[in-house]
């Protein structure tokens, strides 16, 4: 157990009250971990916030963490698990570097390659020549924007967009000024490191409001026409905390608790791939077949015409920056920057994909991750999917789209048809 008991226990063997609270838990053998003051003031300490517990080994690590959260020091406990329960796994999570991206050196570094002879399209192998230029491409962004390690203290401030760098700097002065002010021994310096730390702290906490009024200011007015943005905005104003998703550590499956993170993947995947079949298998048997339904049969033959530069351009600059590349997809930004001369290659890949009537393999992978909907966390019907697709591939079903609508249109044919390709997915 552990919390703030407002008991003293630096008043240990002087103070009756104290005496009491301490043997009364140790009666029942639950010992305090924290044996320093967790509140120091100017003139006085005390130790009233502890973590009991009736584990008693040498192993246990406990102490506090020199933090201005409040007045109260935090406390923390790391005790070993003696049952040998397995762990949560160590997940992750990485982001290109583009602090050193150095533009021009990156477009000629583009313009090196000798593409024709890279991808070998004439080859009409479309799975070789994508996979060739997706390789080539990665090989190019690990030079110039390479991945690199998402911390814990930046993967905090991601959730608030209006800590800006110049306010992340003055955290870590305020704190820095905390710590001496903690650790001082003099009398004097202490009291001066207090009174700077709260002039400081007081100071940026007025500039933190200020920075979140124009952050959300700004926000809604860039999006007063879009209502989707503008509620998200909304929810992240009166919610209190954040439910980030992750995937779960441990599911139940046929009465087993998995614990392998490439087994609890394995087993989303064949539940999310099992629901069509088992609504299939629900439906009722009809003796009719599926062309009793086709009156109107439309007798011109449909031919996908080619795609052109021009054409994916157009659709390259529709594509939002801040969103994800996808899985074997190429960021956005890169996909804008090189435009005029991106397009004329993935507009040969996409025409040697229609040609051959084969789609990429590599864009049939989507990156699902299963949102918790209701109930326990360790069954896997209580999560829906969300899909992350490639970037590329939104490209190339968009001119899919356009050529099936356009078919459908200029043959007076009611469009209902929902197009879309069988993919391999990735839990994550």
């Known amino acids: 157990m552990l919390g703030d008991f407002n008991v003293d226990l630096l008043k240990y063997d002087h103070h009756a009250s104290t005496n009491e609270f301490l043997d009364s838990f140790s009666s029942h053998f639950f010992l305090p971990h924290i044996l320093v003051p967790t509140r120091i003031s100017g003139s006085s300490k005390s130790l009233i916030d502890n973590i009991f517990s ?11 963490i020199t933090a201005s959260l409040s007045d109260h020091l935090p406390q923390f406990s790391i005790i070993p698990d003696i049952l040998g329960n397995p762990s949560s796994p160590k997940t992750n999570m990485f982001e290109r570097n583009w602090s050193g991206f150095n533009q021009q050196s990156f477009v000629l570094d583009f313009f090196e390659i000798d593409w024709p002879n890279t991808l070998n399209v004439d080859g009409l192998n479309v799975n070789n020549s994508f996979e060739t230029f997706i390789k080539t491409m990665n090989s190019l962004l690990d030079k110039h924007i390479p991945l690199k390690k998402i911390s814990k203290y930046k993967l905090k ?44 702290r007081n100071l940026l906490s007025t500039l933190m409001k200020r920075s979140k009024s124009n952050y959300y200011s700004d926000f809604f007015e860039k999006n007063i026409n879009n209502i989707k943005n503008t509620w998200k905005g909304i929810k992240s104003l009166i919610s209190n905390s954040k439910s980030f998703q992750s995937a779960p550590h441990s599911i139940i499956s046929n009465s087993h608790q998995l614990t392998d993170p490439k087994t609890i993947a394995d087993t989303f995947n064949n539940y999310f791939c099992s629901v069509a079949d088992n609504i299939q298998s629900s439906i009722k048997f009809s003796l009719r077949s599926y062309d009793y339904y086709l009156n109107n049969m439309v007798d011109k033959s449909f031919f996908i015409s080619p795609t052109d530069h021009l054409e994916i351009e157009d659709l390259i600059l529709n594509l939002k920056i801040d969103k994800s590349e996808g899985p074997n997809g190429i960021p956005t930004k890169i996909l804008h920057l090189l435009k005029n001369d991106i397009s004329h290659l993935l507009a040969d890949l996409f025409n040697c994909s229609f040609s051959t009537g084969i789609f990429p393999s590599l864009l049939k992978t989507g990156k699902v991750i299963p949102i918790h909907k209701k109930l326990s966390k360790q069954i896997c019907s209580n999560y829906r999917p969300i899909t992350i697709l490639s970037n590329l591939d939104k490209i190339l079903e968009k001119l899919m789209h356009k050529r099936l609508y356009t078919f459908f249109e200029d043959n007076n044919v009611f469009y209902s048809l929902q197009f879309g390709f069988r993919k391999n997915f990735s839990i994550t």
């Open 157 to 200: 401030f991601k959730e608030k967009p209006w800590i800006t760098t110049a306010i992340k700097k003055s955290i870590e002065i305020k704190n820095k000024l905390f710590s001496k002010y903690i650790n001082s021994k003099n009398e004097l310096i202490k009291n001066y490191y207090h009174n700077e730390y709260k002039t400081y």
């Open 54 to 64: 009736n584990e008693i080994s040498n192993n246990i690590i406990s102490g506090n």
